[in-house]
């Protein structure tokens, strides 16, 4: 038998909303996907077609993205995070984007308001964090739909929508 094995922390789930207690470290961090809501994003794309198109009958130069690039959707990074309470219980709490590495210290007493994610196997998503060392509220931040699309795109599908407004307009008079 290893002795790792016998000395193994036991990591808790915790399903509460608050957790405080001893930050503990960050784990390795990794890349996820966002899935996007693909009926959205074909609404968008399209309406930003029609001012592509408009755009090239102008001749000037749209900025074109391909439907299977939008789709793939935006990584974000998470990272693992452990924090000890009172009792010396380990919980695990998956941080989804970035904060400044120095607002938390390994042995910073810190309060995080978490939330369950869709799936049951991963840890509780952590949404707030509150250094009560240095009393500092944090919230990491990640990439939205919208974000991804990325704002040319955007003012595209605006200048679409409006466009076949007005045709329709037209076309009902």
Known sequence: MDDVELYRERILRHAGPVITGRFAGF????????????????????TAGIAQMIGSL????PARRTFKELKK???FLVTPLRVRDELGQVYEVEMHGHLPQS???????????VKPQRDPVLPVR????????????????IP??????????????????????????????
């Open 73 to 75: 959707g935006p990584e």
């Open 27 to 46: 784990q390795t961090s990794y890349t996820r996907e966002i899935s996007l809501r693909k009926p959205v994003l074909l609404l968008v794309f399209l």
């Open 144 to 173: 939205t739909m919208w974000s991804h699309m990325g704002p040319a795109l955007l003012i595209q599908a605006t200048i679409g929508v409006l466009v076949a407004a007005l045709l329709i307009a037209f076309a009902m008079r």
């Open 126 to 141: 952590l949404e707030q964090v509150i250094n009560l060392t240095t009393m500092q509220p944090l919230t990491p931040r």
């Open 58 to 61: 102008l001749r000037m130069k």
């Open 103 to 113: 607002a938390i210290h390994r042995g910073d007493l810190v309060q995080l308001r």
